[in-house]
């Protein structure tokens, strides 16, 4: 790889990292402002408990309103849960990052 390539490739790194890092200021200051309620996510131990616990059916519609970063409907798709898995995100971040992430696990998440 010459010195070029390696300078844009993290020339690159760089700018996703600061987008990822003004859009979560960006969040922060829409918290402050609207006095909304903020992102925390779900803990892998509650989910992984209602997956277990069967409380959900493995077919039909599972819809979650205010999915965050979509971590509980990924994990449902991984746990065999045939959907669809529909999941509403209205603040900007953690709705990008579940869309990062549905893209990247290839799951069969929608996320609007």
Same mark, same amino acid.
């Given at each position: 790889?010459?010195?070029?390539?390696?300078?844009?490739?993290?020339? !690159? @790194? $760089?700018?996703?990292?600061?987008?990822?890092?003004? =859009? +979560?200021?960006?969040?922060?200051?829409?918290?402050? &402002?609207?006095?909304?309620?903020?992102?925390?996510?779900?803990?892998?131990?509650?989910?992984?408990?209602?997956?277990?616990?069967?409380?959900?059916?493995?077919?039909? !519609? @599972? $819809?979650?309103?205010?999915?965050?970063?979509?971590? =509980? +409907?990924?994990?449902?798709?991984?746990?065999?849960? &045939?959907?669809?898995?529909?999941?509403?995100?209205?603040?900007?971040?953690?709705?990008?990052?579940?869309?990062?992430?549905?893209?990247?696990?290839?799951?069969?998440? !929608?996320?609007?």
């Amino acid at each position: 790889m010459t010195a070029i390539a390696v300078q844009a490739l993290l020339l !690159l @790194i $760089l700018l996703v990292i600061t987008a990822y890092l003004v =859009a +979560l200021l960006f969040e922060f200051v829409r918290v402050a &402002k609207k006095g909304e309620v903020p992102f925390v996510p779900s803990a892998t131990a509650v989910i992984r408990a209602v997956i277990e616990a069967g409380a959900l059916p493995k077919e039909g !519609l @599972i $819809l979650d309103l205010g999915c965050g970063d979509g971590k =509980a +409907l990924r994990m449902l798709a991984r746990a065999g849960y &045939k959907g669809p898995l529909v999941g509403y995100e209205r603040a900007f971040f953690p709705w990008f990052h579940s869309k990062f992430w549905s893209a990247f696990d290839r799951s069969s998440v !929608l996320v609007r």
